[in-house]
């Protein structure tokens, strides 16, 4: 029974980091239409730029993150403005093409720089255990979840009652009403593109503490993250935190009960599932 | 107030509309008429700076505004009401309303204006946290008008606002329309509804396939055999 304990709790404090990701892919997706292939690999950027901040400062992770958020979020604009904004528009293949191509140069770039071994990055918190009666939790899987869930209530906010929020959610609904709104269509693509690399950029470091980093990590965390977002129906907020719970704890089960390889298939297996009795995603209706 | 000078439109380069010469006053209510795909929605698509001209220049109260984008042009008061309304149907009356009222210019006192677009249509003010999406079409028409009076518009484009309303909402609609005119603001009216244009409007233009057929006081435009001939494709 305790097991069972273990696996929800450890799946639950997870998912929500992978609901954190999955939004800002989400958000992305639903003013743009541009889905990211190269979302794993700006993670893995992230993790990398912590261990090189660590290797060269001996910073901690958590403290990291007031230099990674910022460059991240720059370096998102940057690639919206001059890669992805001449494209999009275009065939959907060809942004799919290219965002690909962005993994294959982000995950080699990585390689080039700090090779192929995996690698760690020490943090203070990273051994700290807190005992729920049978239950072990470790300290950075709570500070994820605490995290993950104020960052995520904090986007709904900004969503529901910022005009900033109110414009990503007109250019969503129809861009041609939000342009004869005055709404700068172009400058809100590229804001939330790069508000999108900027969460990456914060889970990546919720991620990292205990976690082997590598740099061909990259597809595992953007297949995960499409995953979360198809679950959530694309663009559904809630939808989407839930969809990161769900793959969170069937992650867990499935490294928890089953033996290797087959453990590791769990959330997928479980994804197969639910599309096949919900094709529409987790919630009922598409409301953002 | 807003002149066209020979404007030449189109998508990919193919032109729409060609050789264009249309002129609005101040306080003036303008009928733009023209049967299906006659290019109506290109010019006033235009005007919003959502279709970019080939040829010609466009003039708002002598400033040329013809590379303008949309968003300056929204904040200088040309305001398109788009057909089919196009109300954002996720979010509330509320939310829709504060859109309309976005631009630099209206935002500051965008409460204010909200108050009185809701003393024009007092049945949006009854259901300000509805989403949009759930109201009949006469009703978001209301909403698509009142969030372009939240831009604080100068000049009114509204697209058909008469499509796909019952009779009685017309009428209204039309009410409104008149009340706004008679406020003093400029507007230019987009309409398929000939009869209806004809007793509402001014002035009228007549467009046949991109071009300006007949052109005059409301009288002449309906007694000119060409606005028939422009209507019927003869």
């Known amino acids: 029974m305790s097991e069972l304990y273990q696996a929800l709790a450890q799946g639950l404090l997870i998912g929500s980091s992978y609901g954190l990701l999955a939004l800002g892919m989400g958000l992305v997706y639903g003013v743009s239409g541009v889905v990211n292939f190269s979302h794993g690999d700006f993670i893995s950027l992230g993790m990398f730029m912590c261990l090189a901040l660590y290797s060269a400062l001996s910073l901690d992770p958590y403290v990291s993150v007031i230099i990674t958020v910022p460059v991240m979020t720059a370096i998102g604009a940057l690639v919206y403005l001059f890669l992805i904004r001449p494209m999009v528009g275009h065939q959907f293949l060809m942004v799919v093409q290219l965002t690909l191509g962005l993994s294959l140069v982000l995950q080699n770039g990585i390689l080039m720089v700090f090779g192929g071994q995996p690698a760690r990055t020490p943090s203070v918190v990273e051994s700290k255990l807190l005992l729920l009666g049978d239950v072990v939790l470790r300290v950075p899987h709570l500070i994820a979840f605490a995290v993950s869930f104020v960052l995520a209530g904090g986007l709904y906010v900004m969503l529901r009652s910022t005009d900033f929020g109110r414009s990503i959610r007109a250019v969503h609904q129809n861009a041609h009403a939000a342009a004869l709104m005055g709404i700068d269509v172009g400058r809100v693509q590229v804001m939330t593109f ?3 690399i900027g969460i990456l950029a914060l889970a990546a470091t919720l991620l990292l503490p205990g976690t082997p980093i590598q740099p061909t990590q990259g597809l595992r965390y953007t297949v995960i993250t499409l995953l979360v977002v198809v679950l959530g129906g694309m663009t559904n907020f809630v939808g989407i935190m839930l969809g990161g719970l769900v793959i969170g704890i069937a992650e867990a089960f499935g490294t928890i009960y089953l033996e290797g390889p087959l453990g590791l298939l769990m959330p997928y297996l479980i994804f197969v599932l639910i599309m096949l009795f919900r094709p529409q995603g ?5 409301s953002r | 107030m807003l002149e066209i000078e020979s404007l030449t439109a189109g998508y990919g ?7 264009i010469n249309v002129k609005l006053g101040v306080g003036e209510i303008v009928g733009l008429l023209g049967a299906n795909n006659a290019g ?3 010019l006033i698509n235009s005007l919003s700076g959502t279709v970019r001209p080939i040829s010609g220049r466009i003039l708002f109260q002598g400033e040329d505004i013809t590379a303008m984008p949309p968003r300056l042009r929204v904040e200088r008061g040309i305001v398109q009401v788009p ?4 109300v954002f149907p996720d979010m509330s009356i509320r939310e829709n309303l504060l859109l309309g009222g976005i631009n630099s210019r209206a935002r500051p006192h965008r409460r204010q204006q909200m108050d009185k677009v ?7 003010g009854e259901r300000l946290s509805q989403n949009a999406g759930s109201l009949s079409g006469g009703e978001q028409q209301m909403l698509a008008i009142g969030r372009g009076l939240m831009a604080e518009a100068r000049v009114l484009m509204l697209d058909e606002p008469s499509l796909g309303l019952s009779p009685l909402f017309v009428q209204y609609i039309f009410e409104i329309i008149d009340r706004l005119h008679a406020e003093g603001l400029t507007i230019l009216l987009v309409e398929q509804n000939l009869n209806l244009t004809l007793r509402h409007a001014q002035r009228c233009y007549v467009l046949e396939r991109g071009q300006i057929a007949v052109e005059g006081v409301a009288d002449a435009v309906r007694d000119d055999p060409r606005t028939k001939s422009a209507y019927l494709g003869l």
Request: glycine share 10%; proline share 7%.
């Open chain 2, 118 to 124: 809701l003393e024009l249509f007092p049945r949006l």
């Open chain 2, 83 to 86: 057909e089919g309304r196009l």
């Open chain 1, 194 to 196: 790069a508000l999108g």
């Open chain 1, 282 to 286: 987790l919630t009922w209706s598409s």
């Open chain 2, 40 to 42: 109506k929605t290109t």
């Open chain 2, 13 to 19: 380069g193919v032109p729409v509309l060609r050789d």
